[in-house]
């Protein structure tokens, strides 16, 4: 089992690697079912500043990507990738950090790209997923690796990414809140909705509108309300409008009423509130509530 110097190109096969810092000679061992896509995940990593081995990432940080080098240690079957990567982690002392970078003492993982089984997480609707090659899935699902897989370590005080969590999450909470009592605009009552978030997604509705409809903060969001929510105040009965013809005419719904008729709103409630005498013939009784009582 001899250390063998990567080439121009890094065979996409199964094995165990190390990566060093020529500088100080310390090494990260690893071990994947694709070395060359490891090495690609571990640079994209590194060079956004979002790899999950803190000590790796700083010393990237303050010596530089020209200052490392990715050399394959032993070309390994996949069925014995770990065993093989921990023979490696006991031999170099990399966890020792005098020499590595290593933070576990026992290996874990054949990377988190591809490969890697992970298990714990659940999806938005609250469904446990198990999901093989983690950095696949998220690019076909939409989701940020890098946040899933903080997820899974419970590295970050993250409760959530795009509704997904995880059993390692650092922020526990009772998953998310389920909502009860919401009525459709045709009357329906909807519910128990699991993930609110989720479900105004596949609607076209806004989150925060439908949690306020919930919280009674509003009436209603698009049509829909909810059975412990605000209601609607009665509509406010004008009656002491005096028509042109001088009947007084009593008016459920002046904002209605106004373009019908053709009057101004504003001008109207001028006449009522005394700012103004008369608007297109119209005047105010100001005795007319009392007497219509």
């Known amino acids: 089992m001899g250390a063998r110097k990567q080439d121009r190109e890094i065979p996409d096969t199964s ?5 060093r810092c020529k500088p100080n000679g310390k090494i990260y061992v690893g071990s994947a079912v694709n070395l060359r896509a490891r090495w690609d995940t571990h640079r994209r ?38 065993h093989a990567e921990q023979v490696w982690i006991d031999r170099t002392g990399c966890i020792n950090r ?17 490969g890697r089984t992970w298990l714990g997480f659940r999806d ?11 950095s696949d899935f998220c690019r076909r699902n939409s989701l940020n690796a890098s946040a899933m ?9 993250l409760k959530s990414h795009k509704g997904w969590t995880h059993v390692n999450s650092v922020r526990q909470r009772d998953y998310i809140k389920t909502h009860d009592g919401f009525v459709d605009p045709d009357g329906r009552r909807v519910g128990p909705i699991r993930n609110l978030a989720a479900f105004c997604r596949e ?12 919280n009674g903060r509003i009436v209603s969001h698009q049509g829909w309300t909810h059975v412990g929510g605000k209601r609607r105040l009665p ?23 106004c373009p019908a008729c053709d009057l101004c709103l504003v001008h109207m409630f001028e006449l009522k509130g005394g700012r103004r005498p008369n608007h297109k013939g119209w005047t105010w009784k100001h005795d007319a509530d009392q007497a219509f009582q």
């Open 98 to 114: 005098p020499f590595g970078y290593n933070i576990k003492p026992e290996a874990t993982c054949a990377g988190f790209g591809v």
């Open 149 to 157: 897989h903080s997820l899974s370590k419970g590295k970050r005080k």
């Open 124 to 134: 938005p609707s609250g469904n446990p997923v198990t999901i093989v090659n983690l």
């Open 235 to 257: 509509p406010l009965v004008h009656t002491g409008f005096i028509a042109p013809g001088g009947a007084v005419v009593r008016i459920t719904n002046l904002s209605a009423f």
């Open 15 to 19: 094995g165990v690697y190390q990566i």
């Open 45 to 82: 990593d590194l060079r956004r500043g979002l790899h999950h081995n803190p000590y790796l990432q700083n010393a990237w940080d303050r010596y530089r990507e020209s200052a490392f080098e990715f050399l394959v240690l032993e070309y390994v079957d996949v069925a014995c990738l770990l």
């Open 203 to 214: 609607r076209g509705l806004d989150n925060t509108h439908m949690t306020a409809v919930a």
